[in-house]
Nanobody, 125 residues
Framework: QGQLVESGGGSVQAGGSLKLSCTHT???????LGWFRQTPGEEREGIAS???????AYEDSVQGRFTISRDNAKNVLYLQMNSLKPEDTAMYYC????????????????????WGQGTQVTVAL
């Protein structure tokens, strides 16, 4: 069993920026990596994903504001979040998805997936 450990969450004013990091043990070509988020009472949904070649996919609500990237040498996944809105408030989770195209990791995902413990992001008006 691998590990994924998120960091970088916190509280920010609307319009501000945060950068999340995820240190993981899911390097190599077998895994795509993604960022998911969840609010109370809702399902966890994929918002950004990236494969081993750097191909990315984004959910519409974050397209143009968030950027996912990965450092394969250091086994770290990032999510740069700009122009944050109150509706971005959620628990954010890093995930590893075996043999998945990035676009298939968006939204509610029902396949095999490995999770980090999550980091809270709160955006105030």
């Amino acid at each position: 069993q691998g590990q994924l450990v998120e960091s970088g969450g916190g509280s920010v004013q609307a319009g501000g920026s945060l950068k999340l990091s995820c240190t993981h043990t899911y390097g190599g070509r077998m895994y795509s990596l993604g960022w998911f988020r969840q609010t109370p009472g809702e399902e966890r949904e994929g918002i950004a994903s990236i494969d081993a070649d750097g191909v990315t996919a984004y959910e519409d609500s974050v397209q143009g504001r968030f950027t996912i990237s990965r450092d394969n040498a250091k086994n770290v996944l990032y999510l740069q979040m700009n122009s944050l809105k109150p509706e971005d408030t959620a628990m954010y989770y890093c995930a590893a998805l075996p043999l998945v195209n990035p676009i298939d990791a968006l939204g509610v995902y029902r396949g095999v997936i490995y999770w980090g413990q999550g980091t809270q992001v709160t955006v105030a008006l």
